[in-house]
C-alpha cells in the first residue's frame, strides 16, 4: 500500500513540478528541522528501534552524523522504516531525504534509478543460514533446497546467479518483510534464509532459538552498503558522502567521541581541519565534523557499539576494518 | 428576462446567445483542456524522470530477469525476460481469482441457503460462520492460515500421507500427477464427446418436456455419457493409465504436482472471507422473493427441495447477481494481498521484484493497474451479460 502511495506520489511529483531544477535538500532540511531518514523495518545492529522508540544502529548513525553536519544535533532524524521494495519510490519520490538502510550499490541502481551512492559503510557479502537439524556444511551441498527470501533485493539476483553457476536448482519462497522472512523460515517453509551476512547475523537474534541456526561459510556476492540519495542535489550529495567520510577519518585520526574536546587545540593539521574549518565548502558550519564526531563517535566506535564485540552481534571487523589494518575502509582525505 | 416587447415571435439568437452552440462550444473547450492537461502531465513526467536520471520506457521488457518464481503456470527460470514474469505474474493472479471466485460461490450458496434453514443447529453454525470471519480483516486471515496453517503442518521428513500418494507437508500438498500412456486418447475424446452429448440430451428433454410434459431422467444419463462409458472402456483397454508420484528425493519431494501452502493458504481465506458476504447476499435475494412464490409451489405439490431449485432460486437470482458481481471484484482485487505471504501473483512478482529490480516505477504500476481494471471489466461484463439472461424473461 505504502508502495503504492509513494509511486503515486512520484508519479504526480514528476508530473506537476514543472522542471524541478535540483531541488535543495539542504535547505528544506534546516527549514523544517529535521532529517528524514528512510531505515529498514527493523535489523538489528543496523537499524532497529528500541523498546522506547529509540532508532539505533550503524546504519542510523549514517543518518545522525548527517543531522549532526547540517543542523548541529545528531538528534534531528526522523525515520521512514521501509521494506526492501518501497525504499527507492521512497528516496526518488522525496518522502524521504536520504536512504540509509543496508543498501547495496549496484551499477543498476546508481545509473538508472535517478539515485547516487554516497559512500560504503559496510562491506558485505551475500551467505546463507540454515538450521542446525539440516546437517548441512557447505552451500554447495544444497541442491533442490527452498530458499527465504525478501523481495526487491539484490539477494534474488544472487542466489539465481549462485544456482545456477553450480547447476543446482532451488525454490525461492519471496516475502516482501523480513519479519515474514524470519517466520517462513522459522515455520520450516525453507530449508534455508539467504542474504547478507551480516543481516543473517542480525536476523538471527531475533529467531526464538538462535542457538539452532547457522551461518554458512560461503560468501556468494559482494555487497557494498551504503547511504543513498536522489540524484540531481549535488549540494545534498557532498554532505552525505563527506558526513560518512569524516566519521571513517576521525577513526584514522584517532579522534573519538570523548577525546573530541581536547582535540580541538591540537597541533596535528589534518585533526586541525577535521575538527574546524572546510565547512563553507560544504555550505555548513565549521563545526559541522566536530559535530558528527562528539555526537555520533568515529565509525569505528560507532561499530563497535552496534555491530561489533561489545553487541549481541558480534562481527568482527573484517573487511570493514581501516586500510592501514587491513581493511578496505578508506576515506579521501579531509583538506 | 421579461417580455416586455410587443413581438410575440421569439427572435433568432445570436449564435452566442444559442444554447445549443454554446453547450457545444463549451464542450470543446472542456476536451481541449482535457487533452492540453494530460499530454502536459505526461510530457513533464517524462522530461522531470530524465532530468532527474531515471529511466523510462518499455525496452526492459525484453531484459533477462534474472531472478527465479516459485509458481509459474508457463516455463519461467531466470534467463527468461522481465516482460515474462509480467505473465507469469497474471496467470498466478487469474489462477487465485478463479479458484477463489469458483470456491467462495459455493459456499457462499450453501451458507446462504443453510442461514435460512429450519433446522436449528444448521442455521446458527452459517450464523457464526457469517458473523465471524465477515468481520476479521482479510489479512489478518490471511496470515493466520498461512502461518498457523503452515507452523502445525509436519516437515517434509515427518510428511503426513493421506493416502493414495498424496502427501501434505509444510512445503505444500503433494498430489500424483496422471501419466497417460498409449490409447488414453481414446477415453479422453470419449469423454469429451459424452459431454457434447449431453449438452443437445438435454436440449432435447426439455423441448420434449415442454411439448408433451414427460420428463427424462437427464441427470443420471449424462453421468453415464461422461463417465461411465470412458470408464468402462478404460477399464477394458487394461487401465492405460500410470500416475507419478511424490518422492523425498534431497531437501522436498520431488515428482506429481504440488501446491504450494501460500496458495492453498490465501485460497483458503479469500474463499471463506468472500463467502460470508456471497451468503448474506444469497438470503438477501432468498428473502425478497415472496412468500406467497413458497405458498404457491406447495399447493403445487413440489417438493421442498424443487421449490427452492425451481421457483425460489432462479426469482432470488435477480436480486443476488448484481451484488455478487460486486463480491467477484473485491475478490479478484484482494487477490493483490498475496504479497504478503509470498504468493507470487502480479503485485508481489511484476509490481514487486521487477519493480524493484529495473526502477521503472511508473511504467509498472500503470501496466499493473490496467490488468487490474482489465480483469475487473471482464468481470463485470460477463456478470451483466449473466444478469440479461437471468432477468425475467416474460412470455
Ligand atoms: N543489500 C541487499 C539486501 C537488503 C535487504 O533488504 N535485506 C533484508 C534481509 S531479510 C533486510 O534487511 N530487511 C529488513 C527490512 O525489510 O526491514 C540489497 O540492497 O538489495
Known amino acids: ?335 | 428576462m421579461s417580455d416586455h416587447d410587443s413581438d410575440l415571435k421569439p427572435s433568432k439568437p445570436a449564435i452566442w446567445n444559442d444554447p445549443k452552440y454554446r453547450a457545444l462550444f463549451f464542450q470543446i473547450i472542456l476536451v481541449i483542456g482535457l487533452g492540453y492537461f494530460i499530454v502536459s502531465i505526461v510530457d513533464n513526467t517524462l522530461s522531470n524522470m530524465e532530468s532527474r536520471g531515471i529511466s523510462t520506457g518499455f525496452a526492459f521488457l525484453n531484459e533477462p530477469s534474472g531472478f527465479g518464481i516459485l509458481q509459474s503456470l508457463i516455463e519461467f527460470d531466470e534467463s527468461h525476460t522481465y516482460g515474462r514474469t509480467f505473465f507469469v505474474g497474471l496467470l498466478n493472479t487469474l489462477l487465485i481469482s478463479g479458484l477463489g471466485i469458483f470456491f467462495a460461490t459455493f459456499l457462499g450458496f450453501i451458507m446462504g441457503v443453510a442461514r435460512l434453514s429450519n433446522n436449528w443447529i444448521v442455521a446458527k453454525v452459517a450464523t457464526v460462520y457469517i458473523e465471524i470471519f465477515r468481520n476479521i480483516p482479510l489479512l489478518l486471515q490471511i496470515f493466520f492460515w498461512y502461518f498457523a496453517v503452515l507452523a502445525s503442518l509436519p516437515g517434509v521428513r515427518q510428511s503426513m500421507s493421506l493416502g493414495a500418494g498424496i502427501e501434505f507437508n509444510n512445503r505444500g500438498l503433494y498430489v500424483p500427477s496422471p501419466v497417460p500412456e498409449d490409447g488414453f486418447s481414446i477415453v479422453f475424446w470419449l469423454f469429451v464427446i459424452g459431454i457434447i452429448a449431453t449438452v443437445f440430451l438435454a436440449r432435447w428433454a426439455n423441448k420434449r418436456q415442454e411439448l408433451t410434459g414427460q420428463q427424462f431422467p437427464v441427470f443420471f444419463s449424462s453421468l453415464g455419457l461422461i463417465f461411465g462409458l470412458p470408464l468402462v472402456v478404460f477399464l477394458m483397454m487394461g487401465s492405460p493409465l500410470s500416475w507419478d508420484y511424490p518422492a523425498l528425493k534431497g531437501f522436498n519431494f520431488q515428482g506429481g504436482v504440488s501446491i504450494i501452502p501460500e496458495l492453498l493458504a490465501l485460497l483458503l481465506a479469500l474463499t471463506i472471507y468472500t463467502g460470508t458476504f456471497i451468503a448474506e447476499t444469497v438470503r438477501a435475494g432468498i428473502n425478497a422473493v415472496s412468500h406467497g412464490q413458497t405458498e404457491a409451489a406447495m399447493a403445487l405439490g413440489l417438493t421442498r427441495g424443487k421449490t427452492m431449485r425451481l421457483i425460489i432460486i432462479p426469482q432470488a437470482m435477480r436480486v443476488i447477481i448484481p451484488p455478487l458481481t460486486s463480491q467477484y471484484l473485491n475478490l479478484a482485487k484482494n487477490s493483490s494481498l498475496a504479497t504478503a505471504i509470498g504468493y507470487p501473483d502480479i503485485v508481489a512478482v511484476f509490481m514487486g521484484t521487477t519493480l524493484n529490480q529495473t526502477g521503472q516505477a511508473v511504467e509498472i504500476t500503470m501496466m499493473t493497474m490496467g490488468v487490474y481494471l482489465t480483469i475487473s471489466l471482464t468481470i463485470s461484463m460477463f456478470m451483466n451479460w449473466f444478469n440479461k439472461r437471468m432477468a425475467l424473461v416474460e412470455r
Not at chain 1, 249 to 273: D, F, H, Y
Open chain 1, 1 to 335: 500500500m505504502k508502495k503504492l502511495t509513494s509511486t503515486l506520489l512520484l508519479t504526480s511529483i514528476l508530473a506537476v513540478a514543472a522542471n524541478t531544477a535540483s531541488a535543495d535538500t539542504l535547505s528544506s532540511v534546516k527549514s523544517k528541522g529535521f532529517v528524514q531518514c528512510g531505515v529498514s523495518t527493523g535489523l538489528p545492529g543496523f537499524s532497529n528501534a528500541d523498546a522506547s522508540g529509540n532508532w539505533k544502529g550503524l546504519d542510523v548513525d549514517v543518518c545522525r552524523a548527517v543531522a549532526a553536519a547540517a543542523l548541529g544535533d545528531a538528534g534531528k532524524v526522523k525515520y521512514t522504516p521501509l521494506t526492501a521494495k518501497e525504499r527507492f519510490t521512497a528516496l526518488q519520490s522525496g518522502e524521504i531525504d536520504m536512504l540509509s538502510r543496508n543498501t547495496t550499490w549496484t551499477l543498476t541502481r546508481d545509473g538508472s534509478l535517478g539515485l547516487n551512492f554516497a559512500g560504503v559503510n559496510y562491506y558485505d557479502g551475500q551467505g546463507f543460514m540454515v538450521t542446525k537439524g539440516l546437517g548441512v556444511k557447505s552451500a554447495l551441498e544444497l541442491d533442490g533446497a527452498a530458499v527465504c527470501i525478501q523481495a526487491g533485493t539484490t539477494t534474488e539476483l544472487n542466489l539465481a546467479d549462485y544456482f545456477r553457476e553450480n547447476g543446482m536448482k532451488y525454490k525461492s519462497v519471496t516475502y516482501d518483510t523480513s519479519d515474514a522472512t524470519i517466520k517462513g523460515f522459522e515455520a520450516g517453509r525453507c530449508d534455508m534464509l539467504s542474504s547478507d551476512q551480516s543481516q543473517l547475523y542480525a536476523l538471527r537474534i531475533k529467531l526464538k532459538n538462535p542457538g539452532a541456526a547457522i551461518v554458512l561459510p560461503e560468501v556468494i556476492s559482494k555487497e557494498p552498503l551504503g547511504p543513498v540519495v536522489r540524484q540531481g542535489d549535488d549540494k545534498w550529495f557532498n554532505i552525505v558522502k563527506w558526513s560518512l567520510m569524516a566519521m571513517v577519518n576521525a577513526e584514522e585520526l584517532g579522534v573519538t567521541s570523548k577525546n573530541a574536546s581536547s582535540m580541538k587545540s591540537t597541533k596535528n593539521p589534518s585533526i586541525g581541519r577535521l575538527m574546524g574549518g572546510q565547512g563553507e565548502k560544504l555550505g555548513l558550519g565549521d563545526g559541522w565534523a566536530y559535530n558528527i564526531v562528539s555526537q555520533v563517535g568515529n565509525y569505528g566506535e560507532s561499530f563497535e557499539r552496534n555491530v561489533g564485540m561489545s553487541s549481541p552481534l558480534k562481527i568482527s571487523r573484517g573487511l570493514n576494518a581501516l586500510w592501514s589494518k587491513g581493511g578496505l575502509q578508506y576515506a579521501p582525505p579531509i583538506r
